[in-house]
């Protein structure tokens, strides 16, 4: 497994935190977080054991929070997506896999321009890890998603049913 590293300060300055594990608790290590550095895929979360918005990070050096589509300099924990070969995922408009739209195997830039939906209401990851983005193009709230039952937008931690665009996390290494 990778490593992460988070700075206090833009610029990978100031107070440094190294984590190479699942860390459901970074506050006692920074009160902010302006930069960081990705060995692998990781996802930081906005508030403590795993919970609030996503931020999914390949990887890289991020400079700056607005470079990994930060809503603020808050980071309160993070886990280690794991890689995996192949995906697919089935799509339905509706909860409990009421009306099924489709089955992807590879990304979506823009979901409304394929299926002329706005919203998911349901999905059932059959193999992979994905990201799920609240705006086409890969863009606004992350949602990671491990192999599993999502019957309805709540258990993949989304206030509503809008989704833009899917990407395979395939590029973590």
């Not at 590293?5 to 459901?24: A, M």
């Not at 996503?54 to 990994?68: E, I, M, N």
């Not at 697919?88 to 509706?94: A, T």
């Amino acid at each position: 497994m990778g490593k992460i590293t988070f700075y206090e300060d833009r610029g990978f300055q100031g107070r440094c935190y190294e984590c190479s594990s699942d860390c459901p608790n970074l506050q006692p290590y920074f009160s902010r977080c302006n930069s960081i550095r990705v060995d692998s895929g990781w996802r930081g979360l906005a508030r403590p054991s795993c919970r609030g918005h996503q931020y999914f990070l390949r990887r890289g050096d991020y400079p700056d929070y607005q470079q990994w589509m930060g809503l603020s300099d808050s980071v309160r924990s993070c886990r280690a997506i794991p890689y995996t070969s192949s995906h697919r995922i089935r799509l339905y408009e509706r909860d409990d896999y009421g009306g099924l739209v489709s089955e992807l195997t590879e990304d979506c830039s823009c979901i409304h321009d394929r299926f002329r939906l706005n919203e998911l209401h349901s999905l059932h990851v059959l193999e992979g890890c994905w990201v799920l983005y609240e705006m086409p193009n890969y863009r606004g709230r992350q949602y990671l998603l491990r192999p599993g039952d999502y019957r309805r937008y709540h258990d993949w931690g989304a206030m509503d049913a809008r989704v833009g665009s899917l990407r395979r996390v395939i590029d973590l290494y």
